[in-house]
């Protein structure tokens, strides 16, 4: 049986993180803040087809950190351990972004460091607040593709728009690392198995 494909979910406090990994594993959404117990990292497991095969899925959602640690090695050591990361920002909110940047280079400077190659997708949430952005999106997009090389997708956990489509290019992303002359193609299953959560 395969390791599990370990997903880390990172942003800055109030961009909807957890809305989307909800919206993904359960299909359901909150307007509520997030609870206290958000402070406490949350491991789910779930399960994909990917080229064929049952993979088991397994998404950390992080809280935010309020400050970033001087070396990189001194990001929590299950960072490290992720096969691809989600790094999420608010469209509305420059800041968010601003924190999202500052996390992709401290995971280059481990990544650089010899933990091999870590494949990072970048997402834009609250998409049905388009009205309120700070950036375009074709701005954003060639920032994020061209100049950092990684990729990007908008998603709206409220109204469920392209969350799926993100997971899938996060698990294509990880699987064609994996399977070089295959083609990815994903299905998810959430029958498959009974989705766990876990706090930490």
């Known amino acids: 049986m395969p390791p599990p494909f370990r997903i880390a979910v990172l942003g800055a406090q109030g961009v909807g993180k957890t809305?989307?990994?909800?919206?993904?594993?359960?299909?359901?959404?909150?307007?509520?803040p997030a609870p206290a117990t958000s402070r406490a990292r949350r491991v789910h497991l779930s399960?994909?087809?990917?080229?064929?095969?049952?993979?088991d899925l397994q998404i950390t959602d992080y809280p935010a950190i309020t400050s970033f640690p001087g070396n990189s090695m001194q990001l929590p050591e299950e960072w490290h351990r992720a096969h691809v990361y989600i790094l999420v920002f608010d469209i509305c909110c420059f800041?968010?972004?601003?924190?999202?940047?500052?996390?992709?280079?401290?995971?280059?400077e481990t990544r650089v460091?010899?933990?091999?190659?870590?494949?990072?997708?970048?997402?834009?949430?609250?998409?049905?607040?388009?009205?309120?952005?700070?950036?375009p999106r074709h701005n954003m997009s060639d920032l994020v593709r061209k100049?950092?090389?990684?990729g990007y997708v908008e998603c709206s956990a409220k109204f469920n728009w392209h969350v799926l489509l993100l997971f899938g290019d996060a698990l294509r992303s990880v699987g064609c690392a994996r399977?070089?002359?295959?083609h990815a193609t994903i299905r998810f299953q959430r029958a498959l198995r009974n989705e766990r959560c876990a706090l930490m």
């Open 179 to 182: 399977c070089k002359h295959v």
């Open 113 to 135: 460091l010899g933990t091999g190659d870590m494949p990072i997708l970048v997402v834009g949430n609250k998409r049905d607040l388009q009205r309120g952005r700070v950036i």
């Open 47 to 55: 399960a994909a087809v990917l080229n064929g095969h049952v993979h």
């Open 147 to 150: 100049n950092w090389k990684c």
């Open 19 to 32: 809305a989307i990994v909800e919206r993904f594993l359960h299909d359901d959404y909150s307007e509520a």
């Open 95 to 108: 800041d968010s972004f601003e924190y999202i940047k500052t996390m992709r280079q401290q995971i280059l």
